[in-house]
Nanobody, 116 residues
Framework: QVQFVESGGGSVQPGGSLRLSCATSGFTFRDYGMTWVRQLPGKGLEWVST????????TYSDAVKGRFTISRDNAKDTLYLQMNSLKPEDTAVYFCGRQVDYWRLRGQGTQVTVSS
């Protein structure tokens, strides 16, 4: 079955960096655009970034543009999110999913906490 396993989260101080990974299985990774979303404390899902199948079309939310970088390795069936200049408002559980159905199929998420 379709599976996503997010990792790389943790606790960092403001201004710090983290790199999230999303290992996938159960589908042909290279055939799907992929998306990162996050769930802030007490709120719904918030879209973060999307990358197309070959990585040449990328979009970011205004909240993360210029600080986060999405990428993918189709040989490893893995999606990444490099997060720099982290802010306390980036504190959330981060999930990956396919662009077409991330709202119903996601992994367990990885917690990112930004605090001094």
């Amino acid at each position: 079955q379709v599976q996503f396993v997010e990792s790389g989260g943790g606790s960092v101080q403001p201004g710090g960096s983290l790199r999230l990974s999303c290992a996938t299985s159960g589908f042909t990774f290279r055939d799907y655009g992929m998306t990162w979303v996050r769930q802030l404390p007490g709120k719904g899902l918030e879209w973060v970034s999307t990358i197309n199948t070959i990585g040449d079309t990328i979009t970011y939310s205004d909240a993360v543009k210029g600080r986060f970088t999405i990428s993918r390795d189709n040989a490893k069936d893995t999606l990444y999110l490099q997060m720099n200049s982290l802010k306390p408002e980036d504190t959330a559980v981060y999930f990956c999913g396919r662009q077409v159905d991330y709202w119903r199929l996601r992994g367990q998420g990885t917690q990112v906490t930004v605090s001094s």
